[in-house]
C-alpha cells in the first residue's frame, strides 16, 4: 500500500512540477509580447490550475481589456472573481458574457470554479436572464 501512495505523491510532484514549467514559458512569452492573447488566456488557465486566484484574476482583468468584446474572457473574469469571493464583480463580469454571446449553459452550471457565484442570491438575476433565452439551466 506504501507504493500506491509514494506512486500518487510522485505524479502530483510531476504535474505540479510540469505546471510550473508552463507558467514559466508562457510568462516567458508575455514579457517579450505582453498583448499576446492566446498566451494571456494560458497563463490566466495555468495560474488558476495553480491556485494561484489573484495573478489569474489579473490576467483576466488585462484581457477584458484587450478584448472587451469576447463573450469567453468575460466568463473567464466571473470565474476568477468567483473563486476569490468576489460575487458582485462575478455576477457583473458573467451577465456581459451572456450579453456577449456565451452560451454554454450545461458547463456554467456545473462549472467549479463558479460555485461561490452560484451559491449566492445575486445568481438567480442570472438564471431569469438565461430564463428569458428559453434555456434551462440547472
Known amino acids: 500500500m506504501p507504493e500506491k501512495i509514494s506512486a500518487r505523491k510522485k505524479t502530483k510532484h510531476r504535474e505540479s512540477k510540469d505546471l510550473e514549467i508552463k507558467i514559466q514559458f508562457m510568462e516567458g512569452i508575455v514579457r ?13 488557465d495555468h495560474y488558476t490550475q495553480r491556485g494561484s486566484y489573484d495573478q489569474g484574476l489579473r490576467i483576466d482583468e488585462k484581457l477584458s481589456r484587450l478584448e472587451p468584446n469576447n463573450p469567453l474572457v468575460f466568463y473567464n473574469l466571473a470565474c476568477s472573481y468567483s ?8 455576477a457583473h463580469a458573467l451577465k456581459k458574457a451572456l450579453t456577449l454571446g456565451y452560451r454554454d449553459f450545461k458547463w456554467l452550471a456545473r462549472d ?24 434551462k439551466i440547472a
Do not use: H
Not at 32 to 44: S, T
Not at 83 to 90: E, N, S, Y
Open 32 to 44: 517579450r509580447d505582453p498583448e499576446y492573447i492566446e498566451a494571456l488566456q494560458l497563463l490566466g
Open 83 to 90: 473563486l476569490i469571493g468576489q460575487v458582485d464583480l462575478a
Open 112 to 135: 467549479p470554479d463558479l460555485r461561490t457565484l452560484r451559491k449566492d442570491p445575486v445568481f438567480l438575476e442570472i438564471k431569469a436572464k438565461i430564463r428569458k433565452m428559453n434555456v
